[in-house]
């Protein structure tokens, strides 16, 4: 007899619900997730949109800024923030930008400009970028001279380096060193006739020195040979010819920095002896002196025998003095001076631009500006800064400190920045140890604070403060009529 087997009905059933809900599951998770990535795409289109959106309102205050230099409130007259329709090549509105605008703080061009971009419809998906634009400065070089230039052994600078003539080069630049000219003769070559050498070139021999010739002239340093990477010298290369630096224009800035002080900065007049001595303090202060007379020399003939071609030559160290009162550091940072101007002393959460000039020019009364003491900071991070703009001259003095440091950012319009030469006869000042200069020098005729035979500071430290080049001092001169952008970034 067969038996019969009972199938159970509902099995079937029971797995066509299982694997069905499993399928349903997974169907939907995949379209669920096919969504989701959809809408992440679609948020990635708009975030991206919102982002040239936020570029476009930068390019916008760019060109704004292009056209007025001055204007920091998007030619409203009122506080912002600012905003502005975007729309696409059709003309049709598809967004805004809105900008926020942070003007320069006194005597900088830094400016600070915040674009945030969005879509219509999506008011959540902005995107903002900040962006530093600045009109560089004068500072923007460790040293800047119109005039041929030479760096001895024994002479290291930390900043930029450029002339409008040439550089001869014998010491060890950290930054790059450049030339207005492709090739010149270097006056001091004791070789005669027609022997042009790059406009930035180096009497030093490839090492292993073996023989370092002080004037003679280099081969090798001498177009047509190609230019040699002189890493020894050069740590980060040398360039010319480039543009030349237009030092016409200092004689605008001297002048509307009289206007400047007059108005609302501080103005001495002629002092009717030997000019005013400034001592700053950390209080935001500063004593003023009458100098009514100089250092003597110490021997009658410690000026012979001598260069008789060094304008001006005299002890800049002050004999005498007078105290006239002490002054609070106006609040536009500017002192100005129709006279010489001596300078000393310490600094701390101030910026200044301190400038020495008489009107109308004429090169037998330039002013110049001395010092003889440390001038510093406190700070030295583009808190504290100085700025010293002298007519004529900008002198070290005969009884300069042995180890001297200056803290500022110099400028010799018509001058030059440096140390007369004092002989044997003006021992024990003819020879100094060390002078460090922190900041810049800008000097329209030859720099130097040492001559060949040892006479003046054995040892030159010219250290590039680049808070200056975005930061200079108040009205301190500009290179440049154009902002430049320095820094940019998504917030």
């Not at 450049?178 to 930035?200: C, I, L, Q, R």
């Not at 007519?391 to 400028?411: C, K, P, T, V, Y």
């Amino acid at each position: 007899m067969k038996k019969k087997f009972k199938y159970n009905q509902g099995a079937l059933l029971i797995n066509v619900l299982v694997y069905g809900s499993i399928g349903a599951l997974l169907i939907g998770s995949l379209i669920a997730w096919g969504t989701a990535n959809l809408k992440l795409t679609n948020q990635a289109v708009i975030r991206e949109k919102a982002l040239q959106i936020a570029e476009a309102g930068i390019d916008y205050y760019r060109w704004h800024l292009a056209h007025n230099k001055t204007d920091f409130q998007d030619g409203t007259g009122a506080p912002g923030p600012y905003v502005h329709d975007f729309a696409d090549r059709t003309g049709e509105v598809v967004g805004q930008f809105t900008l926020d605008i942070t003007p320069p703080s006194l005597g900088s061009t830094l400016v600070t400009i915040n674009s945030t971009g969005e879509v219509d419809g999506f008011p959540d998906l902005t995107r903002t970028i900040e962006v530093k634009m600045a009109v560089p400065s004068f500072a923007k070089y460790a040293l800047l001279a119109n005039a041929v230039m030479r760096f001895g052994q024994g002479t290291e600078t930390f900043g930029p380096v450029h002339s409008n003539e040439g550089i001869r080069f014998d010491g060890l630049a950290h930054n790059i060193v450049t030339s207005a000219k492709a090739d010149y003769n270097d006056p001091d070559h004791d070789d005669t006739g027609d022997k042009n050498e790059f406009g930035v070139h180096t009497h030093l021999n490839p090492p292993p020195p073996e023989n370092n010739l002080v004037s003679s002239f280099r081969v090798y340093e001498a177009p047509p040979n190609p230019v040699m990477t002189r890493n020894d010298v050069f740590l980060t290369g040398r360039e010319f010819p480039v543009p030349a630096v237009d030092f016409n224009g200092l004689m605008s800035t001297l002048s509307e920095i009289k206007t400047a002080a007059e108005q609302n900065g501080l103005y001495f007049a002629p002092s009717g002896v030997y000019g005013y001595n400034l001592v700053l303090k950390t209080d935001n202060t500063f004593d003023l002196y009458k100098v009514n007379s100089l250092m003597a020399l110490p021997k009658n003939n410690c000026r012979k025998p001598n260069w008789e071609d060094q304008e001006g030559w005299g002890t800049w160290s002050i004999g005498s003095q007078t105290l006239i009162d002490n002054y609070s550091f106006p609040a536009n940072g500017l002192i100005f001076a129709e006279d010489n101007i001596w300078i000393e002393g310490q600094i701390d959460g101030a910026r200044l631009t301190i400038a020495a000039a008489r009107f109308p020019e004429n090169p037998s009364t330039y002013a110049n500006i001395n010092f003889n003491r440390d001038l510093l900071y406190t700070k030295y991070d583009g808190t504290d800064v100085i700025g010293l703009i002298a007519q004529g001259n900008i002198n070290a003095g005969m009884d300069s400190n042995d180890i001297l440091r200056i803290d500022a950012a110099l400028i010799a319009k018509n001058g030059r920045a440096g140390r007369y030469y004092y002989n044997n006869n003006c021992h024990p000042y003819h020879i100094r140890d060390t002078i460090t200069l922190f900041g810049m020098v800008g000097t329209n005729k030859r720099y130097g604070f040492a001559y060949t035979d040892a006479n003046g500071y054995e040892t030159r430290n010219l250290i590039y403060d680049g808070n200056l080049l975005y930061n200079p001092p108040p009205f301190f001169p500009l290179v440049s009529e154009n902002y430049e952008i320095i820094s940019w970034r998504e917030k």
